[in-house]
T-cell receptor, first 113, second 114 residues
Framework: DQQVKQNSPSLSVQEGRISILNCDYT??????FLWYKKYPAEGPTFLISISSIKDKNEDGRFTVFLNKSAKHLSLHIVPSQPGDSAVYFCAAYSGGGADGLTFGKGTHLIIQP | NAGVMQNPRHLVRRRGQEARLRCSPV?????VYWYRQLPEEGLKFMVY????????ESGMPKERFSAEFPKEGPSILRIQQVVRGDSAAYFC????????????FGSGTRLTVV
């Protein structure tokens, strides 16, 4: 049972445009959400997070939106740059559950010049 | 200012052998997490350790897998009698405390069982 779902395995966006990566979750106990970025042969790098008490968090070109009623979050990158090409993982944490994060399968973002 | 160091980067083992994966956390971090990524999958939580203690091993397979984080030295993930299905990338992460979820990951150890 996949509790965190990223339904788009890949996404292609033109440089300078907005990239929107989506993530859905099923466990209503999740109360903290994170996005990680991963280049090939490297470990994931933390990008941005959001607590369930908020609906938006912004950090430079990256904004995460959380819609608790829909159990949906999205990562917006604007403007998209070539260095943003990577695999993006959505992850979630439940304060009352296991200590680890639950990850989605990832979305491969490709920024086209 | 070294990050999380994992070694070896690549490890090849024959079926039935033992695999030992090492993780040195960021200096000053006393919380270590191990994750496994199978091909085409996301990362799956395995175990969370603090110095000398296993806090949560709910993601660890019940047999053949063990982890430790001694008072001195790196954290070790040990897989006994490896099978082909153990082939995966194993990532270690560390954090300064339990509530820092945006923790730092190492570059991983890619285990191939032949």
């Amino acid at each position: 049972d996949q509790q965190v779902k990223q339904n788009s395995p890949s996404l292609s966006v033109q440089e300078g445009r907005i990239s929107i990566l989506n993530c859905d979750y099923t466990n209503s106990m999740f109360d903290y959400f994170l996005w990680y970025k991963k280049y090939p042969a490297e470990g994931p790098t933390f990008l941005i997070s959001i607590s369930s008490i908020k609906d938006k968090n912004e950090d430079g070109r990256f904004t995460v939106f959380l819609n608790k009623s829909a159990k949906h979050l999205s990562l917006h990158i604007v403007p998209s740059q070539p260095g943003d090409s990577a695999v993006y993982f959505c992850a979630a944490y439940s304060g009352g559950g296991a200590d680890g994060l639950t990850f989605g399968k990832g979305t491969h973002l490709i920024i086209q010049p | 200012n070294a990050g999380v160091m994992q070694n070896p980067r690549h490890l090849v083992r024959r079926r039935g052998q033992e695999a030992r994966l090492r993780c040195s956390p960021v200096k000053g971090h006393s919380h270590v997490y191990w994750y496994r990524q199978l091909p085409e999958e996301g990362l799956k939580f395995m175990v969370y350790l603090q110095k000398e203690n296993i806090i949560d091993e709910s993601g660890m397979p019940k047999e053949r897998f063990s982890a430790e984080f001694p008072k001195e030295g790196p954290s070790i993930l040990r897989i006994q009698q490896v099978v082909r299905g153990d082939s995966a990338a194993y990532f270690c992460a560390s954090s300064p405390d339990r509530n820092s979820y945006g923790y730092t990951f190492g570059s991983g150890t890619r285990l191939t069982v032949v």
